[in-house]
């Protein structure tokens, strides 16, 4: 495929699994950013202060932004996203949080749907 004949559009895919040692150091420094961004109508920051107050995985949700991974990248410009955040049982020796696996099989079951297979 000649240059002009691809999307200028790429997806990025990623996954990121933390372990939070400090449930109150998270909760502060989403109160922190909250307190910060001025765009944010009181309606929406009381909801929002609430949530990161009683949610870790909301107060993750609010601290990580993809506009912020991507702010810095020169000829990029983002332009959708979304995320969300969620608590989790993590066995790192279980077969299912063996990442690699999974974007084979992914790529693999893509394959086989563009050959008509499954």
Known sequence: M???ETSRFVRIRVEILVEVHDDDAVAKAAL???????EV???ERAHAEGAVTEDTAEALAYLVDPFDLLG????VELQQASWS???V???PDSPEWDLDDDDV???EEADD???GIG
């Open 89 to 91: 049982d993590y066995d």
């Open 41 to 43: 109508p009181d309606d």
């Open 2 to 4: 000649s240059t002009e």
């Open 85 to 87: 955040t969620e608590r």
């Open 105 to 107: 099989d992914e790529d």
């Open 113 to 115: 749907d563009e050959r």
């Open 72 to 75: 810095e990248v020169p000829g």
């Open 32 to 38: 922190r950013r909250l307190a910060e961004d001025t």
